[in-house]
């Protein structure tokens, strides 16, 4: 009996002494988890901000790159905006010759009125 017992209060220590390890090895398990968990924490945080920074950094150079583009690239004129361009060129075309007909005209009819002053001043 008393083999038996020691046999079980061996068996006893035994696992008592496996469960001290597995605990012991569990709680540095735990503890490593937490310190990766928090590194990666802290570098998730970091990582958030340089996206944030680099996406305000990004849509900053895009406006810019728009109206860099909107200045430098020519973009061809439509077949309509060439139309309207014209008409409005021919009409203020047509307008200055009538301007100048009707001043030409003016000029022509003063001389000739002055001409017939000076020969009936002449002539009388």
């Given amino acids: ?32 988890k937490s310190q990766e ?8 945080a970091e990582l958030s901000g340089d996206k944030e920074t680099t996406d305000t950094e990004l849509a900053a150079v895009l406006e810019y790159y728009g109206k860099v583009k909107d200045r430098c690239v020519a973009a ?12 409005a060129e021919i009409a203020g075309l047509k307008e200055a010759l009538s301007t100048l ?18 020969h009936r001043f002449l002539g009388a």
């Fill in 76 to 87: 061809p004129e439509t077949y309509g905006e060439r139309k309207k361009r014209r008409e």
């Fill in 1 to 32: 009996m008393e083999t038996a017992e020691e046999d079980s209060q061996s068996e006893y220590d035994e696992m008592t002494q496996k469960n001290k390890v597995t605990k012991t090895l569990k709680e540095q398990d735990v503890k490593f």
């Fill in 101 to 118: 007909d009707s001043e030409t005209a003016l000029m022509q009819r003063g001389r000739r009125a002055h001409r017939g002053r000076g």
């Fill in 37 to 44: 968990f928090k590194g990666l924490d802290k570098s998730i």
